[in-house]
């Protein structure tokens, strides 16, 4: 049922308390691939002269990774999936400034525990 899942259905573990996986709907995934932009480099540069967190990248990547997720649900839900076990990130940089964040999983139907 496309649509079905929800956040609380995606996990980093393997199985999901209470839950019983009836069927495996196959890996899942989102890309996003990103850059900053000029402005957000003079901002960041501005930012690590000073120290501590760089903002504006902080707020690029966090969008990334949202963007992926987002992705993921959309991909598990095409699928037919109602949960996501198995979550992850990865992030690749794949030119200089250009970063790949991957969000991927296995979807699969869950239904209360038998």
């Known amino acids: 049922m496309p649509g079905s899942l ?3 259905n995606v996990t980093t573990a393997f199985e999901l308390p209470g839950q ?3 069927r495996n709907c196959g ?5 996003v691939v990103r850059s900053n932009s000029v402005v957000g480099n003079f901002v960041a540069g501005l930012q690590q002269i000073m120290g501590g967190n760089i903002s504006a990248f902080t707020s690029l990547c966090e969008q990334a990774r949202s963007d992926a997720f987002d992705q993921m649900l959309d991909h ?3 699928r037919g999936a109602n949960a996501i076990i198995g979550m992850r990130y990865d992030a690749n940089e794949i030119a200089t400034g250009v970063t790949e964040v ?3 999983g296995t979807a699969v139907w869950v ?3 038998r």
């Open 6 to 8: 929800s956040t609380e």
């Open 20 to 22: 019983t996986i009836i």
């Open 27 to 31: 890996v899942v995934r989102g890309i």
């Open 76 to 78: 598990a839900a095409e």
């Open 102 to 104: 991957l969000a991927y």
């Open 111 to 113: 239904e209360p525990g």
